[in-house]
């Protein structure tokens, strides 16, 4: 099933019937819009929706569009580099526009290499804005939904690794985020205060992650 866009655009529509009351659109990296939809609902209902919603669905197509365009450029603390092979390099290197590497390989070891290192540093900056915070693990991975998560009975702190790409700033929050899960397990009042002493302009933070 296709669907013509009043932009001209034709999307190729994926159907997956589901025993739910309600309909689904999701945009994946094949550019195709997938459906989940009652098992009910006919063709002609589907295309329907899709109309009445297609100003959101075609923000979808160009996020999408966007991200992957972007697999050839490499995010860096808040800037975007456009990647260059030098084989014969011997360290990864920035001017204002590239990135310079002997390969990928090196410029995905120097990124996991940055991750420990700024992570780090900018932890230890943070623990000085609270009083009695327990010992804990620091740890890092790639998470598809979670920018940090708090383990206060593990004592341990998991930040994501693709907070590299963001702006310090921004890193700066999810590390005051996590650590005042220590003294306040929920989102209550009490935690956004506690989160406003050490990082005033959180709200502002939480739009640029949606966080």
């Excluded at 410029?107 to 000085?128: G, H, R």
Aim: one cysteine or more; charged letters at 35%.
């Amino acid at each position: 099933m296709t669907y013509k866009a009043s932009n001209g655009l034709e999307i190729e529509v994926i159907v997956n019937r589901k025993n739910n009351k309600n309909i689904y659109f999701r945009v994946k990296e094949d550019l195709k819009l997938y459906v989940n939809a009652p098992m009910f609902l006919s063709a002609n209902s589907i295309l329907k929706l899709i109309s009445e919603n297609e100003k959101d669905i075609l923000n979808m197509y160009e996020k999408m569009e966007d991200r992957i365009k972007d697999d050839d450029k490499f995010w860096y603390l808040g800037k975007k580099y456009y990647i260059e092979i030098k084989e014969d390099a011997t360290e990864v290197t920035f001017d204002d526009k590239y990135v310079y590497t002997p390969s990928l390989k090196e410029l995905d070891k120097f990124y996991q290499e940055k991750v420990v290192e700024i992570f780090t540093k900018e932890v230890d900056i943070a623990k000085k804005c609270f009083a009695h915070l327990p010992e804990f693990t620091l740890k890092f991975r790639k998470m598809r939904t979670r920018w940090g998560v708090c383990n206060v009975t593990k004592k341990t702190v998991t930040l994501n690794t693709e907070l590299l790409k963001k702006e310090v700033e921004l890193l700066d929050y999810v590390i005051v985020h996590e650590l005042c899960h220590f003294f306040e397990g929920n989102h209550s009042k009490n935690f956004w205060a506690l989160v406003g002493q050490a990082y005033p302009n959180y709200k502002e933070a939480r739009k640029k992650l949606r966080y």
